[in-house]
């Protein structure tokens, strides 16, 4: 069956780094342009970046562009997400989704959802 399993997510003072990562299996990945969303306690969902299924084209929130990049291995059906620079209001819980097309992906329609994995930014 279709599974997003996230992974790279902790505690990390503000200004540091993190790498997530979320690795697809049970549908062809490289056909599927894929996100990262967050929620934050109290708040919705929001779009973070996207990227295209060749990785040719990608988008981010204003709030993360220039600290975050989005990336993908298709090889090993695995989209990345590099935040630096982070802030306490970064802190949430960060989604991995896949989409058919890159509008349904960064409106938040995909398809496929992961579980989801925690960051917290401490000050």
């Known amino acids: 069956q279709v599974q997003l399993a996230e992974s790279g997510g902790g505690l990390v003072q503000a200004g540091g780094s993190l790498r997530l990562s979320c690795a697809a299996s049970?549908?062809?990945?490289?056909?599927?342009?894929m996100g990262w969303f967050r929620q934050a306690p109290g708040k919705e969902r929001e779009f973070v970046a996207a990227?295209?299924?060749?990785?040719?084209?990608?988008y981010y929130a204003e709030s993360v562009k220039g600290r975050f990049t989005i990336s993908r291995d298709n090889t090993k059906s695995t989209v990345y997400l590099r935040m630096n620079s982070l802030k306490p209001e970064d802190t949430a819980v960060y989604y991995c989704?896949?989409?058919?097309?890159?509008?349904?992906?960064?409106?938040?329609?995909?398809?496929?959802w992961g579980q989801g994995t925690q960051v917290t930014v401490s000050s």
């Open positions: 989704c896949a989409g058919n097309m890159i509008m349904t992906v960064t409106t938040g329609n995909s398809s496929h």
């Open positions: 990227i295209t299924w060749r990785g040719s084209g990608t």
């Open positions: 049970g549908f062809t990945f490289s056909n599927y342009a």
